[in-house]
C-alpha cells in the first residue's frame, strides 16, 4: 500500500525555474522524507524533515511539512536539465512491535527543459 | 563501503519457476527494506529486516514470497512458481539504527516473467 500522495504527477518546467512538488498523507509520522529516482535506477535520499520541524533547507532543496494538513511540500529552486528524474516523498512511522515502515507515494515526474 | 549492492541486475525467468534475488547492505545498517515497483509507480513495501528479525510483511504479499536476513548481513528475497504479474524491479534498501532513518537503496534487480 502507499500512503503519499505526491501531486502534480508530472511536471515540466524551464531551466532557472523553480518546481513544487506537495505530498499528502494518512496516518501519524515519525518523519518525511523525498527521494529522487533517475530513470531506471535507484532511489537516492535527497532530504529529511522531522515532525517536529516546519521547514528544512538543503542546497537548492526547501522542504516544508505540516502535520495538521498531513502535507509536505518540495521546492527546487533555480532548477537544472540535471534535475529531470522522478521525485518520491516517504513516510516513516512506527507500525507496532518494534517495526518501522517507509512507504512510498507514486511520485512527480519532473522534466527540467534546457 | 560502496552501498548496497543488489545481484542479480537483471533476471528473465519462464512462468512457474523460482527465483531468488540477493541483496548485501551497507555493513553498519541493521534495518533492511524489499521493495517491489512498476513502470510509473512508486515503490511498494514488501517486507521489512532488523537484524535478522522479519518485523514487517506487507499484506499483499502472497505466499510464493519468502524473504531471509540470516545473521542480520545480507537478505535473499525468493519467488516461488513465478507470475507474469511479478515483473517489476524489486529494491533492497537499508538504514542504520536509531534517529538516521534516511534509506540507502541498490540499483535493484529488474524481473521479466515471460
Known amino acids: 500500500s502507499q500512503q503519499g500522495e505526491e501531486d502534480p504527477q508530472a511536471l515540466s518546467i524551464q531551466e532557472g525555474e523553480n518546481a513544487t512538488m506537495n505530498c499528502s498523507y494518512k496516518?501519524?509520522?515519525?518523519?518525511l522524507q523525498w527521494y529522487r529516482q533517475n530513470s531506471g535506477r535507484g532511489l537516492v535520499h535527497l532530504i529529511l524533515?522531522?515532525?517536529?520541524?516546519r521547514e528544512k533547507h538543503s542546497g537548492r532543496l526547501r522542504v516544508t511539512l505540516d502535520t495538521s494538513k498531513k502535507s509536505s511540500s518540495l521546492l527546487i529552486t533555480a532548477s537544472r536539465a540535471a534535475d529531470t528524474a522522478s521525485y518520491f516523498c516517504?513516510?516513516?512511522?512506527?507500525?507496532?512491535?518494534?517495526?518501522?515502515?517507509?512507504?512510498f507515494g507514486k511520485g512527480t515526474k519532473l522534466s527540467v527543459i534546457p | 563501503d560502496t552501498g548496497v549492492s543488489q545481484d542479480p541486475r537483471h533476471k528473465i525467468t519462464k512462468r512457474g519457476q523460482n527465483v531468488t534475488f540477493r541483496c548485501d547492505p551497507i555493513?553498519?545498517?541493521?534495518?533492511l527494506y524489499w521493495y517491489r515497483q512498476t513502470l510509473g509507480q512508486g515503490p511498494e513495501f514488501l517486507t521489512y529486516?532488523?537484524?535478522?528479525?522479519?518485523?514487517?510483511k506487507s499484506r499483499l504479499l502472497s505466499d510464493r514470497f519468502s524473504a531471509e536476513r540470516p545473521k542480520g548481513s545480507f537478505s535473499t528475497l525468493e519467488i516461488q512458481r513465478t507470475e507474469q504479474g511479478d515483473s517489476a524491479m524489486y529494491l533492497c534498501a537499508s538504514s542504520s539504527a536509531g534517529g538516521r532513518t534516511e534509506a540507502f537503496f541498490g540499483q535493484g534487480t529488474r524481473l521479466t516473467v515471460v
Open positions: 496516518t501519524s509520522i515519525n518523519n
Open positions: 529486516f532488523q537484524n535478522e528479525a522479519q518485523l514487517e
Open positions: 555493513s553498519e545498517h541493521n534495518r
Open positions: 516517504a513516510t516513516h512511522s512506527y507500525s507496532g512491535a518494534g517495526s518501522y515502515q517507509l512507504t
Open positions: 524533515i522531522r515532525s517536529n520541524e
